[in-house]
Nanobody, 124 residues
Framework: QAQLVESGGGLVQAGGSLRLSCAASGRTFNSHTMAWFRQAPGKEREFVAAISWSGEITYYADSVKGRFTISRDNAKNSVYLQMNSLNAEDTAVYYC?????????????????WGQGTQVTVSS
């Protein structure tokens, strides 16, 4: 059974950095788009970043552009999210997702596999 497991969340001060990891198991996602979403309390799940199967194409939400970087290592069946210059508005549960379709998508209902999430809390 395919699984996505996130790690790397935690508590960080405003202006700090965190690196999230997502490890896939049970099947390979090397030919699929991978993405990160987040959900803050009382808010809908929102798109953060996505990366094509080759890693050549990336796409970011405007709110994180220039601060976050998504990357992947297909040899390790993993995807990462480097988050810099964090602020309180970045506080949320961050989810890794995989899309079996070829195109990069930004809507959460287009993604087929989800991790359990990892909490990121930014203190101001």
């Amino acid at each position: 059974q395919a699984q996505l497991v996130e790690s790397g969340g935690g508590l960080v001060q405003a202006g700090g950095s965190l690196r999230l990891s997502c490890a896939a198991s049970g099947r390979t996602f090397n030919s699929h788009t991978m993405a990160w979403f987040r959900q803050a309390p009382g808010k809908e799940r929102e798109f953060v970043a996505a990366i094509s199967w080759s890693g050549e194409i990336t796409y970011y939400a405007d709110s994180v552009k220039g601060r976050f970087t998504i990357s992947r290592d297909n040899a390790k069946n993993s995807v990462y999210l480097q988050m810099n210059s964090l602020n309180a508005e970045d506080t949320a549960v961050y989810y890794c997702a995989a899309d079996l379709a070829a195109e990069i998508a930004t809507m959460y209902d287009e993604y087929d596999y989800w991790g359990q999430g990892t909490q990121v809390t930014v203190s101001s």
